[in-house]
């Protein structure tokens, strides 16, 4: 009933706001080349403004009517998954690098995040195949065929990802930032004083219990304190952390021989206890306060962690998963012990793990402060403390970053990169982005695949990212990042190509200009 | 008789709170969007299954009335639920938040009180001198200013070009001050942290210059007019023609008489400036209420928005009842 009563007022919000938004295929007066004119409404967030305008230019140039809508985005979600709207700006992050946790969820029949209501039968059983083979190389031939298939069918006008834009005083030694966003300061150090200061983008972060949140920002904070079976490089590649070595009898199950005289902050062995104990609250329905963990989903195909020894744990999977590995980095270990004794409250206020840095002080919504932690199992960090401050607005962080006040900061705008390299005392360091932007066309509403290719065509998207991102943002040719598995390099991007746009367009029955 | 007066007022505001919450409940379930959806964030891996079940052990599965029934249930209690995206209970994310907010507001108040009175009243005994006519230009431009425009380029010359003041938080980096009433200038007195409350000062004054721009420069507009309209008095001659020296006449005779529309502007413009908080604490980092809420409704955290609406109702309804008892105490023959 809460559901229909929210579609009643969708609905009438939509009909109250309606001005001249058309659905995909209204058919208005004739050109005199014959056929109706294409109407489209562009739909997004204010931040997509600038660029969904410069799209609409192109489209008008070969004749289509569109139109840009600003929305709140989260009402636009919702009203693209309801298949009300013709065309969305949307984006989606993968923490993968598969296609497992972004073209599979986005264009998959019905979906989670298959807001295009795309459906394709051979796409979906390429996406099974390609998502539970263990065979690397039938594995990323099924992901290229897939990504032909896409190509192909163009169920988006497809789009680019960003560069992650990070900057750092001068004095900050031995770091960089990392293609998953994560700011790891354990190896860390800085010129002329042993405490640093990070400007996190986020207004506050959610928890310090590392199975309670489901955002990068409370992420970074948290591996500085807790460490996983696994971690990641800076440049995406698993490597073994807690997990001193690993095997996979077969594909289904993982066997992981934990390091010896790891302890956690409170001075307590790190044993296969623990483990298991993290990974059984994060599966069981009401393992956060009688509630379920937002973590769950990260743990794949994982269903049930057993200890074999002190140091060993067997994990048992319901199905093959090739991305299992990049998964566990997000599952950081906690104490069971400390845990049941102080339990969830207790947990959250005061946070054990057994990571560089311990939990020194501070709140969620202003900043959290952490110190050295002397018997880190990898060596004391070179840093004693460590202070990531809530800083959510952009032109505040560089203003702090040039006053001396921050060390790091996290998401500089493309525009304000020049500023900052201006000044002597402050370097600017980019990594590959993992979030996808696009916009999504309802498959339903504009169902020939030919005006989809045609609104592809019709785009100079070199151009308009140039002008918007300088040279920070990058064009996909389809729904997969470069950086991720199984990316088909033989495929380019649509060229801007205006006469194929309206020879499409014509052959589809349309007005061209 | 005032006393009955004002907690008769007091018991009359309670429903009305409790109504403006309710409104709020209905709203925010009438927005499109759905929390859970959201919490679990854009990005993949994450089942159809996961989310349902997370729905039902939220209750968000139920009617609506029934939710309503459950809500108003717990706020009776005194319980408000808790945080849809965090699980902490919104009466501890309200009771972080709303010191740093009231602190920054009366901070900004009494920034706008202690610039704006001088000010008006000075440009009303000379009016059209060259102070008048500068001071009131200076009051037009700080009326048109955004705030979001204002606090960065006062952070700019403040912060980064002298280095004299921080650029945000409500102390430096890493300094903690145990929490007595959230009021940080009250906690580090109480405690007798002297260098803290000297950088807890350091802090207010850049955002509450700020936030409080715009009601000095409306205050002060106000006060001169007002204070010109009664120099014009009848009582006003007949003080001078006693012979009591300009000052008195301007201070005792006219000036209290003058306050009354001020303390109207004030208590109205106090709303504002709660709603105005929330981009002056985004911009200096002020872990307050009004990025609390704003955070809140972009991830429909219901029970947050819920908490912080009730709150703000409540302030305002104080901030009106204080006004009133004002009125009273400036001009004897207004009753309560």
Known sequence: MAKRWKRIAAAAVAAALAVGCAGGKSSGPGDQNGGKILTITLDGAQGRQAELQAVAGYLKQIGVDAQVRVWEYNTLVEEAKAGSRDAYATDWGSSTFSPFDLAIPKLKTGDRGNYSHYSSAELDELFDLASTSVDEGEAKNAYFRAQEIIYQDAPWIFGYYRDTIEANSVKVKNWKPAVDGRINLHKVSLEGGDTLVVGLRADRILSLDPANYRDRETETVIRNMFDGLVTRTPEGEVKPELAESWETPDALTYVFHLRKGVTFHNGEPLTADDVVFTFNRILAPDGINGQPSPRQGLLGPLSSVEKVDDYTVKMNLSSPSPVFLQLLVHTQIIPEEYYNQVGFEGFSANPVGAGPFRFAGGSLDTEISLERYDDYWDGAPPLKKVVFRMMPEPASRIAALKAGEVHIIQEVAPDSTQLLEEDPNVQVQVAEGTRLYMIELNTQRISDPRVRQALNYAVNWDEILQELYGGYAHRVSTAMLPSGFGYHDGLTPYPYDPDKARELLKEAGYAVK | ?336
Do not use: C
């Open chain 2, 1 to 336: 008789m005032r006393w009955v007066a004002i907690a008769r007022r007091l018991l009359t505001a309670l429903p009305l709170a409790a109504g403006i919450v309710l409104v709020t409940f209905f709203l925010l379930r009438l927005m499109p969007g759905d929390p859970v959806d959201i919490a679990m964030g854009a990005a993949g891996n994450v089942t159809q299954e996961e989310i349902d079940s997370l729905r039902q052990s939220l209750g968000l599965d139920r009617p609506v009335w029934d939710q309503a029934g459950v809500f108003l249930y717990g706020l009776v209690r005194g319980d408000l639920g808790e945080s849809i995206r965090s699980r902490t209970p919104v009466t501890e994310l309200l009771k972080q938040a709303l010191p740093a907010t009231l602190e920054l507001s009366f901070a900004a108040v009494l920034l706008s009180v202690l610039i704006a009175l001088p000010v008006g009243v000075m440009s009303a005994v000379r009016p059209r001198s060259l102070w008048d006519r500068v001071v009131m230009s200076g009051a037009f431009l700080g009326i048109s200013m955004p705030p979001f425009w204002l606090g960065l380029v006062l952070m700019t010359i403040f912060s980064v070009m002298l280095g004299w003041l921080p650029t945000s938080g409500r102390l430096d980096a890493g300094v903690t001050v145990p929490t007595i009433t959230g009021f940080l200038l009250l906690d580090t007195l109480l405690t007798g942290r002297w260098a803290e409350f000297g950088q807890a000062v350091r802090h207010l004054i850049l955002p509450a210059l700020t936030l409080g721009a715009e009601l000095t420069a409306i205050l002060s507009r106000v006060v001169r007019s007002s204070m010109l309209e009664v120099m014009g008095m009848d009582y006003i001659r007949t003080a001078r023609a006693k012979g009591l020296a300009e000052w008195k006449v301007v201070l005792r005779h006219a000036l209290r008489n003058a306050l009354i529309p001020s303390v109207t502007i004030l208590g109205l413009q106090f709303g504002v400036l709660m709603g105005g908080n929330m981009i002056v604490e985004t911009i200096f980092s002020w872990p307050g209420l009004g990025r609390l809420v704003v955070d809140a409704i972009f991830a429909r955290d219901y029970p947050v928005v819920q908490g912080a609406v009730l709150l703000y109702a409540i302030t305002f309804l104080l901030i009106n009842l204080l006004v009133d008892v004002l009125y009273t105490w400036l001009s004897p023959r207004i009753d309560l």
